[in-house]
């Protein structure tokens, strides 16, 4: 069965680093998505992507933020310089389309630790 | 603002012992609501989407249904590996936007 794949599956980092989460998409998919869960909270939406564009972003998905499909098969999410708060998991995930109807397929995430 | 309400925060059941997970939403314009599966360290399983009050779908031992307020997630004679964390979301046609809500989840523990 198709799945969303990420890597690492836990990333540790300094305060003020750059990190890299990477995230292969189900391939006939067209939607990506990409939400954050800190630890005991809810799934918090960060950002969709459709035909190499941003599509909607929310509060949390500030300059810090950025997200790139640098092939055709990778998304990535880049945070540039990371602060203690943005440790969390990160999932990743996509969509054949991109109405408010459309299923979502999340990946297994990946633990960022900041420290 | 739209919000999604789960209930209870944590159930503990006996294997067998039926019972329902509840979420209750506020937004204009639903578009679907959804039930996730988590398991501990993992991201969301997709379990059901329902789209229009009245709408029932079943899997295995799992019945959802809709109403213009509210979903229930049915667990009918649990076993322990339907322990996880149910999550309920929204997606709502809200000045064009989709951006899905979660709820905070039910922690299920079903005991043998």
Redesign the interface.
Request: aromatic letters at 16%; zero cysteines.
């Given at each position: 069965e198709p799945e969303?794949t990420?890597t690492p599956s836990h990333q540790v980092t300094q305060m003020g680093q750059e990190v890299i989460l990477r995230c292969v998409p189900i391939s006939n998919h067209l939607y990506f998505y990409w939400y954050r869960q800190i630890l005991g909270?809810?799934?918090?939406?960060l950002v969709?992507f459709y035909n190499n564009e941003i599509s909607?972003k929310?509060e949390i998905f500030d300059d810090q933020f950025s997200v790139e499909r640098p092939d055709g098969s990778n998304f990535t999410l880049k945070i540039r310089s990371t602060k203690l708060e943005d440790s969390a998991?990160y999932?990743c995930?996509s969509s054949e389309g991109?109405?408010?109807?459309?299923?979502?397929?999340?990946?297994?995430?990946t633990?960022l630790s900041v420290l | 603002e739209d919000q999604v309400t789960q209930s209870p925060e944590a159930l503990r059941l006996q294997e067998g012992e039926s019972s329902s997970l509840n979420c209750s939403y506020t937004v204009s314009g639903l578009r679907g609501l959804f039930w996730y599966r988590q398991d501990p360290g993992k991201g969301p399983e997709f379990l059901f989407t329902l789209y229009s009050a009245g709408e029932e779908k079943e899997k295995e031992r799992l019945k959802a249904t809709l109403t213009k307020k509210e979903s229930f997630l049915h667990i009918t004679a649990p076993k322990p590996e339907d322990s996880a964390t149910y999550l309920c979301a929204v997606r709502a046609a809200s000045g064009g936007s989709y951006i899905p809500t979660f709820g905070r989840g039910t922690s299920l523990i079903v005991h043998p």
């Open positions: 969303v990420q909270q809810k799934v918090e939406f969709s909607e929310s998991m999932f995930a991109g109405t408010g109807s459309t299923i979502q397929y999340f990946g297994a995430g633990r | -």
